[in-house]
């Protein structure tokens, strides 16, 4: 050390013995220093060594080295080598002020160096600490104030977890000697249940005290209830039980609990359980909970997904539009999950659209029908279904021809027609070569209109038009009968033609079939007489008979020994005289006489007639016709028209070898009870004339 004084020494002392001047080798600087700490102020010179001295504000502190008169400042540094700094410790306010270093004899002066003394801030204080008690919700105010005289003056900053915090504002107070007396700042917030227990921080900070001086509070919140619905399970079928839980969260604590479900209360519910039946109306109707405590009240909701089947909401409406134009449909099915809707046609299978709408553009009158929604049914296999909805198509009308039976001459005769329309047709009329007629009666015509069934596929209401004729005439039958209908679309139409049926022909085969049979019949009476009157003694025992109907004897052709088993039997009216010509004499025994000799054992003879079999075994005989020759069958009409039942006679069976008749010969006859409306079906004619069948011959038999 002493070397380096030395060696000091001597760098100062050259300049000197080189002839140097005085001069600062280093000056004092501004300085800032806190309050209660060292204040160091360098002053360096070189070639001098003369009286150094310090100035305050201008005012000399002495020369001496420990500057007596003021205790905390003193004068450091080697003076042969020209080191002369000034120091105060502790630094006071009065200190604050304007340092030179001079060289009294060299008539030096240094750059003036200003102290600048700061005072740090007191800690803050925040006004209802350490914790405060706030509402959530509710706004609030938190205020941070520091007292003294700090310099420079503070700032009041809030902090939470370390983030500054917005939303402040700042006050000062002022002596009256112009030094801040206080500063406030306060904070303005709005908490929230999270911020229950939270810390804040009110930071007084200076240049004198960059990091600040820190007061902390804690918030203390009331609050309402902080509410967490749940369901279990949260997805369910529908008729499934599920558990609702309510928990919450209150300061001060929960009061009660109130449940509710789609907005209506839910009744005999209490506490934060219930448990409960879902059905699909929970899907759309949540469930809520609602807890209260002294603050306030919270409520939350929740929706189940509850999975149903498909239910119809919304049916498709019948529709009526114009041919050409174009249609739609529409249906509303809801369901979880959504259920598959598809369009399809009545009958039919094909899928025409997916979706809860139909569209049909441009429809003809054969997209005229039913058309179904369907919607398939869900996981469940419960709900689904189908709705039907009618496509009307308006068209010009459609007219058929209905079948009409054939007609005789000069006797009636109906025409008929089936119209079906949508719209109704305005108007129906008959029309033929001379006139036509809408409605009523004219001349031998009369027009009559029923109602029909709807028409198959949506063709509109039905109808039926029948033209009746009284007395039929030759013209008739050769002429076109048009039924026509019109409405506003257009107009439809059909031509009948007029059946004819001819009595004359039919007469002719009955009568001739009759007098055939009744030919034969004599013949064969002939043959028996001739018989019985040669072979009546070597026969006489042998009681070979010729039966017909009518003869009221119970014997029967037996060989010698038999028993005679046969009985006696009556079933209709005996014959009358008018034809005793056909039947014997009940009382005459026939016996035939055989040929050859008893060889071949010949017994009789049967004979069998086709006269007719009338209801319950007798026979159809019928009377003399005008027509014809005399025997021939009279020609029966059985058309209902004519109110009568037909002038035929019954006649008894016997047993013996004269058979039953054949069972087709005849017809039974039922006459109708009234006139109804026309049958539609075109098997049935609307007037059933019984038909007459030509009698069969059965052969003649000989028992042998």
């Known amino acids: ?389 009618r496509l009307t198509v308006n068209a010009p009308p459609v007219v058929t021809t209905l079948h009409s039976a054939p007609a005789f001459l000069r006797g009636p005769a109906r025409l008929q027609c089936l119209v079906f329309a949508s719209p109704a047709p305005d108007v129906v009329v008959w029309t033929w070569d001379e006139g036509f007629l809408e409605a009523g009666s004219r001349g031998r015509f009369l027009v009559e209109t029923f109602p029909a069934s709807e028409g198959p596929g949506g063709q509109g209401l039905g109808l039926i038009s029948v033209l009746h004729i009284s007395g039929t005439q030759e013209s008739d039958f050769k002429r076109s009968f048009n039924c026509s209908a019109r409405n506003r679309l257009g107009e439809g139409s059909t031509q009948i033609h007029l059946s004819r049926r001819d009595l004359l022909p039919t007469v002719r085969i009955v009568a001739g079939v009759a007098a055939a049979a009744t030919t034969l019949l004599m013949i064969i009476t002939g043959v028996a007489l001739c018989c019985w009157r040669h072979g009546k003694s070597s026969f006489s025992k042998q009681k070979n008979l010729v039966r017909i109907p009518g003869s009221s004897d119970g014997s029967s052709s037996r060989g010698p020994g038999e028993e005679e088993t046969s009985s006696i039997e009556h079933r209709g009216p005996i014959v009358p005289d008018g034809h005793s010509d056909l039947v014997l004499d009940e009382k005459e025994v026939l016996e035939t006489k055989d040929p050859t000799n008893g060889y071949y054992k010949v017994r009789g003879v049967s004979v069998s007639l086709s006269l007719g079999e009338a209801p319950g075994g007798g026979l159809f005989l019928p009377p003399p016709s005008p027509l014809g020759l005399p025997g021939t069958p009279t020609f029966c009409d059985f058309s209902p028209h004519l109110d009568m039942v037909p002038p035929c006679r019954l006649y008894r069976t016997r047993a013996g070898y004269l058979t039953t008749p054949h069972p087709r010969a005849f017809t039974s006859y039922i006459k109708p009870t009234s006139f109804g409306s026309p049958d539609l079906n075109s098997g049935m004619p609307p007037f059933p004339y019984a038909a007459l069948p030509t009698p069969t011959h059965q052969r003649l038999q000989t028992h042998v």
Not at 10 to 22: D, K, R, V, Y
Not at 76 to 96: F, K, T
Not at 189 to 198: C, M, V
Not at 266 to 280: K, M, N, Q, T, Y
């Open 1 to 389: 050390m002493r070397e380096l004084l030395n060696m000091q020494s001597s760098a100062l002392l050259t300049p000197i013995l080189l002839g140097l001047s005085p001069h600062f080798l280093k000056q004092p600087e501004d300085l800032v220093v806190l309050l209660g700490e060292e204040a160091w102020l360098p002053c360096a010179l070189g070639a001098y060594r003369g009286l150094v001295q310090w100035t305050k504000d201008g005012l000399a502190l002495g020369g001496e080295r420990d500057l007596p008169g003021w205790s905390r400042y003193w004068i450091s540094g080697n003076a042969a080598m020209g080191q002369h700094d000034l120091h105060i410790r502790p630094v006071e306010l009065e200190d604050e002020a304007s340092y030179e270093c001079q060289a009294t004899q060299a008539g030096l002066r240094s750059r003036p160096a200003q102290l600048r003394v700061l005072v740090p801030p007191e800690p803050p204080q925040v006004l209802g600490g350490p914790s405060v008690s706030l509402v959530v919700g509710v706004p609030a105010n938190l205020t941070c104030r520091s007292r003294g005289v700090a310099r420079p003056t503070q700032e009041l900053l809030w902090f939470r977890d370390g983030v500054q915090l917005d939303g402040t504002t700042f006050h000062k107070t002022l002596l009256k000697e112009g030094t801040t007396g206080s500063v406030e700042s306060t904070l303005f917030l709005t908490p929230s249940s999270h911020d229950d227990g939270a810390t804040l921080v009110c930071r007084a900070r200076s240049q004198a005290l960059p990091t600040g001086r820190d007061t902390v509070v804690t918030l203390s919140l009331q609050y309402p209830p902080v509410v967490t619905l749940s369901a279990e399970p949260q997805t369910v079928q529908e008729g499934q039980k599920v558990t609702f839980l309510c928990q919450a969260t209150a300061q001060p604590p929960v009061t009660g609990y109130r449940w509710a479900k789609g907005g209506s209360p839910v009744l005999g519910a209490r506490g934060p359980r219930l448990e409960i039946v879902a059905d699909a109306s929970f899907l759309t109707e949540p469930v809520s909970c609602e807890v209260s405590n002294a603050v306030g009240s919270a409520n939350r909701s929740t929706a189940l997904d509850v999975l149903f089947g498909p239910v119809l909401q919304a049916r498709p409406e019948a529709k009526s539009v114009d041919v050409g134009e174009d249609a739609s449909f529409s249906c509303a099915w809801r369901g979880n999950p959504l259920p598959q809707i598809t369009w399809t046609r009545r009958g039919g299978t094909q899928v025409l659209s997916s979706g809860p709408i139909l569209r049909l553009p441009s429809v003809a009158p054969e997209d005229a029908g039913d058309y179904v929604c369907r919607a398939e049914p869900g996981h469940s296999g419960l709900g689904g279904g189908a709705a039907e909805a």
